[in-house]
């Protein structure tokens, strides 16, 4: 059984909890999306550790990391994990960076000679920045949540506040949600109180669904409210992100929809993947027809995409 290692990275300004499996192999290290932490990933790591020396980082308020809200953009947390890679691993990675992860993995790469390659998992680019941010799902689930969590004082558990108010609750038909959100917003509370250590889980609710809370528990909400103010790209245009990843380059992308008041109800547009396709000089991608986690949705494919590169 491959064990896992809990360490923590401590530089000059930069404190970065991480997991590693090692094995000597070359280093792959992933970076989680908004809201879970490293552990997300550890139902892959193992068949990963196979052919990497595996890392997994917590970026910045997210998991054991560092919980500060000024250091809650592209450009700290960019800086913090090439730190880290300079420092602990001190060689070129394979890079991998699911959703906001794959916005940091993009500026590490355009910012360092550090990624030998650089996966991206359906990362968001060009809807979650500026305007266009107003009309994803994104900015009306999390980021909207996060505000308005930030801008009340009677509920404490964020957790528990997001289950409550997620925006997954409107695509339920009027009298079926009538029916079954106060059960499980109960089920969801009486979860809480007797495991508040614990990723919540509720019956019935799809085991996609709750892979979204894993880590939850660490989450802090400012990271969110950094989206919905559009302050955590610190004023880096995507497209001059992109334009200056010179690795090679691997996009997996997972179904693409567009809701009928016209949001978008995916990490980007098939129109965002061409122009990420185009600005990157060396770049694939491969379709995956699941949602946005696929990592957890499409294991083994996930895994024989990155075995493949």
Known sequence: ????????????????????????????????????????????????????????????????????ASKYNITDIGNAVISFIQNVIQEQVCLLGHSSGGLIAAYIASHSDLCSTLV???APFFSCQGERRKHSFNYVDLSTVCHNFLNQKEETDFVLYYFSHQRIWELFPEKTRERLRPKLIASAAKFRKKHPDKSLCIPFWPKVGLAAYQGMNCYDPRFGEAFYTDSFHNGIAHEDLLRSVHCKTLFLKAKTAIGQDGLLMAALSEDDLQRVLEL????????????????????KEFVSALIAM
């Open 1 to 68: 059984m491959m064990k896992y290692e809990k360490n923590v990275y401590e530089g000059q300004n930069v404190y970065l909890q991480y997991y590693e499996i090692r094995n000597g192999l070359k280093p792959l290290v992933l970076l989680h999306a908004q809201a879970v932490d490293s552990t997300s990933y550890f139902g892959v790591m193992p068949k990963l550790a196979q052919h990497f020396h595996v890392y997994a980082v917590d970026c910045y308020g997210h998991g054991g990391s560092l919980h500060d």
């Open 280 to 299: 990157v000089p060396n770049c694939s991608f491969v379709r995956f027809n699941c949602g946005h986690a696929i990592h957890i949705e499409k294991p």
């Open 120 to 122: 991206l998992e359906d």
